[in-house]
């Protein structure tokens, strides 16, 4: 079993900048698939980044492309997003998954955390 949590959200004006983390219980970290999803109130689960840990591999949805980052520290079992430009659609619970398909699909992603929330105000 993986627990994932992630940190980080808060209220932030648009144009700001935040770093979500995720943190996982399990050693075999590095050989995950994690990714980045969202959702916003009344809107479906919408991918938005994911990041092979055995590869380095990314891939951002076109709608974060540019202005969001992934990156990982193995030695903490961490992801983390790095968020900028934030424009008020960007509003929405972030949460983090770890799966072993390399997909943009949230019903490929076994493990999920409790979510953080993001607001940008305008």
């Known amino acids: 079993q993986v627990q994932l949590a992630e940190s980080g959200g808060r209220l932030v004006q648009a144009g700001g900048s935040l770093r979500l983390a995720c943190a996982s219980s399990r050693r075999t970290f590095s050989t995950f698939i994690m990714g980045w999803f969202r959702q916003a109130p009344g809107k479906e689960r919408e991918f938005v980044v994911r990041?092979?840990?055995?590869?380095?591999?990314?891939y951002y949805a076109d709608s974060v492309k540019g202005r969001f980052t992934i990156s990982r520290d193995d030695a903490k079992n961490t992801v983390y997003l790095q968020m900028n430009n934030l424009k008020p659609e960007d509003t929405a619970v972030y949460y983090c998954?770890?799966?072993?398909?390399?997909?943009?699909?949230?019903?490929?992603?076994?493990?999920w955390g409790q979510g953080t929330q993001v607001t940008v105000s305008s």
């Open positions: 990041i092979s840990l055995s590869s380095g591999t990314t």
């Open positions: 998954a770890a799966g072993d398909n390399f997909s943009n699909s949230p019903e490929l992603y076994k493990y």
